[in-house]
């Protein structure tokens, strides 16, 4: 972890930018994102010359508790979202251990969360983009997807919006996922993981 408790934290959803991916599996990081931004009273903005919208708030109680956030969506589609992710770290000196991602996970059930720190992507491209560009030690929030159903392309499964019985669940699962990123900035790994490592 790092050692100034005061850094601030940035928060990326990884997802496609456009109305046409904006229900599909693979932008769960997005609506997290969404979401985290509406609690913290925030509206996304573009930042500058990086390719991605960005909303800067706290999270957590008024005063010295509370955890400064940057939340990010990067705007270069998925596969090149290490360019934006690692200029806005550079830009807001956000120490790598403060870098969580926010992202669909194939291998997990759906709705399930896991928490980790570092690690491999496990053939995510957003992931691979990320490390590529700044290493792996990097916290990750993992969105259990499930997996494609018979024969179903992988990536035509996450390019799809997710189905009819999800959505009914959907709201409640990125609410959770959101708790979960709040969660894992103002009282770290372990607690989040114990918490909701489901």
């Known amino acids: 972890m790092s050692t100034d408790a005061n850094a601030p934290w940035l928060v990326v959803g990884l997802g496609n930018p456009g109305p046409e991916y904006a229900m599909n599996r693979h932008n769960v990081g997005f609506m997290v994102a969404d979401l985290l931004a509406g609690r913290m009273g925030g509206r996304f903005k573009r930042a500058g010359k990086a390719q991605a919208q960005v909303v800067e708030g706290r999270v957590g109680p008024p005063g010295p508790m509370g955890r400064r956030v940057v939340l990010v969506k990067p705007m270069s589609f998925m596969n090149l979202s290490g360019g934006p992710v690692n200029a806005l770290r550079d830009f807001y000196k956000v120490p790598q251990a403060h870098v969580v991602a926010v992202h669909d996970e194939l291998d997990i059930d759906y709705g399930t969360l896991r928490l980790k720190l570092g690690g491999g992507d496990n053939g995510h491209n957003g992931l691979k983009s990320i490390t590529k560009a700044m290493g792996p030690d990097y916290h990750r ?8 159903p018979g ?30 990123v709040e969660s894992l900035v103002l009282e770290g790994l372990e607690r989040a993981q114990t918490a909701y490592n489901s």
């Open 151 to 180: 024969r179903m392309p992988v990536a035509d499964f996450v390019l799809k919006d997710f189905g009819s019985v999800e959505r009914k669940e959907l709201d409640f699962f990125v609410d959770r996922a959101a708790d979960a």
């Open 141 to 148: 929030v993992r969105f259990g997807i499930g997996r494609p």
